[in-house]
Every structure is written in structure tokens, then in C-alpha cells.
């Protein structure tokens, strides 16, 4: 008689099988768990403040509401004062001319540094070191210093103009002509911004690979077509990191031109960060004072997303 035995279960194959179903969830549940406190950082501290500027343009939100905890919403009220106020139209117009005249300004000079710096010479690193001082400096006490620099009656700059005939008797009224306050704080802040432009630039300057150049050399190319063929594409990525980070420090500046000219002379230098700041810390309104914050996040998301997408396509292009 015959006795049939049956295979044994392939009890070890299955729970290898079942092994390595479970380890990619093993592996993305710990890859979240690295991600989480980050993520939880950016909820708490972004994206809550974000959240409640938003609600807070739609309330009537006042001192009051700090101890009564009402806050009503009145609905557009607050968007449609704020877009109707002369002083926002002239500060947005404002916001404007100070943001581009202070790239143009900052990335202009700041490449031209770092182009210069990148051919080695002695004493080149003392004096970027050197230039790294206005960086280094607490804005605030660079737009002090300035003032006293550009005051009309007393500054360094209009003593040396008029000793070189350069000024009138009276001196040029650098901060206090509606007419001249806003190109006076441009120059400042440009002033401020040219060492960060240097540094990142000079940094992707380095990154270039010198056989590049060597071999425009020797193809004849000049100083210009090189800069232009070579310098520039390899310097695209670098270039959107520089200027989209000075857009997004300068649109939204304060600080310099509160202890600059503190908006005026007759409104000449009001931004939206300073409409922000006397909506909600002067006139107490901080539903309106909201609505300007939130026009201020817009332009700068807007700007960083059509600068990025418009670069990711260049460098499609390019591939």
C-alpha cells in the first residue's frame, strides 16, 4: 500500500513575500517621519499666520477685539476701503519703481563685482571682505547712518558736492523733496543689497569650468561674446536664486524707510510694507492692514511663479 504524503506549506516563501510587500510602506512611512517635523514647522508658523491674515481682511478686526474676542466679518468692506484709499494706488505705483529701480541697481553692480573679483589679485579677499560690510550692518542702522550722510543741511554728501561746485548753496534735499526721497532710497538700498548679489554671483562664477573659457579663446571669442555664450547661461540658475530672493526682500521692505524718511516727505515714500505697517499699528485698522499684507504675499507668489516657470522653460529649451 502506497502512502501519499503532501508537500509541506511554503510557509517561509509567504512570509518573505510578505516581507517585501511591507517594506516600501515601511520605507515611505519613514521617509514622512523625516519630513513631519518640517512639515510641521511650515503649518505652525506659515501657513497659520497665512490663514489668519486671510480671515482677518474679511473682519472688522480692531484693539477690541483683543479682549472681547469679536471680531464680525463685514465681508469685502475692508478690500473695497482699501482699493478705493489714494495712499495704496500711490504706494502699490511706489512699491513698484523702489523694487525694480533696486534689482536693476543691486544685480547690475553686484555681477559686475563679482566678474571683477573672480580674475584673482592681491588683497582681493580683504576687499571683498570689505565690500561684505554694508551686508553685515543691521539694516536700520544703515538707513540711520544715510540719513545723516543725505541730510540737506548738514550731510557728508551735499559738504563734498558743494565743495566741488557740484551742489547748490543750499544743498540738494535729498530726503526732503517729494521729488527726490524715493531715488534717495533706491541708492540706499542698493547700496545695502550689492554685497549679497556679489556673493552668490562670485560663488556661481567659481563653478564655471575654466576649459569653457579656454577653449572661446582660443576660437577667437572676445571679452563680450564670452561673457554673453558663457558667463551668462551657466550663470541662469544662480541669476534666478539672486533675483528672486531680492524680489522678495525688497518688495516687502520697511524697516529702512521708516528710519529713512518714514513715508514721506507728503506720502513720496510710502510702500505697501509701510501702508501695512500704519493701517495696522498707527490707525489700528487690522482688517485693512490684513488686505495689504495679503496683496503683498500675492505679487510676491505670482512673481516667484512666472519667474520660475518662465526659467524652467528657458532651460528646457536649452536641453
Known amino acids: 500500500m502506497t502512502t501519499i504524503t503532501s508537500p509541506a506549506p511554503a510557509t517561509g516563501g509567504a512570509a518573505r513575500k510578505s516581507a517585501a510587500g511591507r517594506a516600501p510602506l515601511r520605507r515611505g512611512l519613514l521617509r514622512w517621519l523625516f519630513v513631519a517635523p518640517a512639515l510641521a514647522y511650515m503649518a505652525l508658523f506659515f501657513g497659520y499666520p497665512l490663514v489668519r491674515n486671510i480671515v482677518m481682511s474679511f473682519q472688522h ?28 494706488t500711490d504706494a502699490l505705483w511706489h512699491t513698484a519703481l523702489f523694487t525694480v529701480g533696486s534689482l536693476l541697481g543691486q544685480f547690475t553692480v553686484g555681477l559686475a563685482l563679482a566678474v571683477f573679483f573672480s580674475r584673482r589679485f592681491r588683497l582681493s579677499g580683504f576687499v571683498r571682505a570689505i565690500l561684505l560690510l554694508p551686508w553685515l550692518v543691521p539694516m536700520v542702522v544703515s538707513a540711520v547712518v544715510w540719513r545723516r550722510i543725505l541730510d540737506q543741511d548738514h550731510g557728508m554728501l551735499n559738504t563734498a558736492l558743494h565743495a566741488v561746485g557740484l551742489a547748490p548753496q543750499d544743498g540738494v534735499p ?12 533706491v541708492l540706499v ?8 548679489n556679489m556673493v552668490i554671483l562670485y560663488g556661481g562664477l567659481q563653478e564655471i569650468p575654466r576649459d569653457l573659457y579656454e577653449a572661446a579663446s582660443l576660437d577667437g571669442s572676445g571679452p563680450w561674446r564670452t561673457f554673453r555664450s558663457i558667463t551668462l547661461p551657466m550663470l541662469r540658475p544662480v541669476i534666478t536664486v539672486v ?9 516687502k521692505i520697511l524697516d529702512l524707510i521708516l528710519a529713512l524718511t518714514s513715508g514721506g516727505p507728503a506720502d513720496a515714500t510710502q510702500t505697501l510694507g509701510t501702508v501695512t505697517y500704519q493701517l495696522s499699528f498707527l490707525q489700528l485698522d487690522f482688517g485693512q492692514g490684513a488686505v495689504v499684507g495679503n496683496v503683498l ?3 510676491s507668489a505670482v512673481f516667484a511663479v512666472l519667474y520660475l516657470r ?9 536641453k
Open 189 to 196: 538700498n542698493i547700496w545695502i543689497g550689492i554685497p549679497f
Open 174 to 185: 535729498w530726503l526732503s523733496s517729494p521729488g527726490v526721497a524715493l531715488l534717495s532710497a
Open 310 to 318: 518662465a526659467n524652467r522653460a528657458d532651460f528646457g529649451k536649452g
Open 243 to 251: 533675483l528672486v530672493l531680492g524680489f522678495m526682500s525688497t518688495v
Open 297 to 299: 504675499i500675492l505679487i
Open 61 to 88: 478686526y480692531t484693539p477690541k477685539t483683543y479682549f472681547t474676542g469679536e471680531a464680525p466679518f463685514n465681508g469685502l468692506d475692508n478690500w473695497r476701503a482699501v482699493f478705493a484709499n489714494e495712499l495704496f
